[in-house]
């Protein structure tokens, strides 16, 4: 069992214990490291400033032209500027409250939101692999691929591999992307 140097492995840890099935034993636990600056998508931090510097042009012209007209804006002020801070500030904020696991099993994500906390799991039995993007030294992003993509009603939608969710801007990036490899080499030969 390890993490990340610059966390406390039983803390991260007691926070994945009420999630864990019989027997099952964490491997590795940690947090995407907040020293890495994070970068909002490009594209869509482009978008949302023209988006809400519209908004606010709609909003302060119409206001003076006609009063009643500027009320129109409001909502269109509202979803930019919540969209602003969700790209920038919102998504640091989530990133210190998520702690990420790797069990014998399965990969986790925990992430506290306004409504209590998430569990998002990935059995390795049903990734197809994972990929390594953003590294710089020893930090970087795991993205999880699945090929079993679903429909509502059971049938298969897709073949190729689809990213589900990712351990993002973790340290020791390395290390924890052959445990998780290793793992679903694993869980792909006990499946046959």
Same mark, same amino acid.
């Given at each position: 069992?390890?993490?990340?140097?610059?966390?406390?492995?039983?803390?991260?840890?007691?926070?994945?214990?009420?999630?864990?099935?019989?027997?099952?034993?964490? !491997?590795?636990?940690?947090?995407?490291?907040?020293?890495?600056?994070?970068?909002?998508?490009?594209?869509?931090?482009?978008?949302?400033?023209?988006?809400?510097?519209?908004?606010?042009?709609?909003?302060?012209?119409?206001?003076? %032209?006609?009063?009643?007209?500027?009320?129109?804006?409001?909502?269109?002020?509202?979803?930019?500027?919540?969209?602003?801070?969700?790209?920038?500030?919102?998504?640091?904020?989530?990133?210190?409250?998520?702690?990420?696991? %790797?069990?014998?099993?399965?990969?986790?994500? !925990?992430?506290?939101?306004?409504?209590?906390?998430?569990?998002?799991?990935? !059995?390795?039995?049903?990734?197809?692999?994972?990929?390594?993007?953003?590294?710089?030294?020893?930090?970087?992003?795991?993205?999880?691929?699945?090929?079993?993509?679903?429909?509502?009603?059971?049938?298969?939608?897709?073949?190729?591999?689809?990213?589900?969710?990712?351990?993002?801007?973790?340290?020791?990036?390395?290390?924890?992307?052959?445990?998780?490899?290793?793992?679903?080499?694993?869980?792909?030969?006990?499946?046959?």
């Amino acid at each position: 069992m390890y993490s990340d140097l610059n966390n406390d492995f039983s803390t991260l840890s007691s926070r994945v214990y009420p999630y864990l099935i019989d027997r099952e034993e964490i !491997l590795w636990c940690g947090q995407p490291y907040v020293g890495v600056r994070y970068r909002p998508p490009f594209f869509q931090l482009i978008f949302m400033i023209f988006w809400f510097g519209f908004a606010v042009f709609w909003t302060v012209t119409a206001t003076t %032209v006609g009063g009643f007209f500027g009320l129109f804006g409001i909502p269109f002020l509202a979803i930019g500027g919540y969209t602003l801070y969700a790209l920038t500030l919102g998504h640091r904020r989530k990133l210190k409250k998520t702690v990420y696991a %790797v069990t014998d099993r399965r990969a986790i994500i !925990l992430s506290s939101t306004a409504r209590g906390e998430e569990c998002v799991d990935f !059995l390795f039995s049903n990734l197809s692999g994972v990929s390594l993007q953003s590294v710089r030294g020893n930090s970087g992003t795991i993205y999880f691929r699945s090929q079993n993509v679903y429909t509502s009603y059971g049938h298969r939608r897709s073949a190729a591999p689809h990213v589900t969710a990712s351990f993002e801007m973790i340290e020791t990036v390395h290390e924890v992307y052959k445990l998780i490899s290793e793992k679903i080499a694993e869980a792909s030969h006990t499946d046959r």
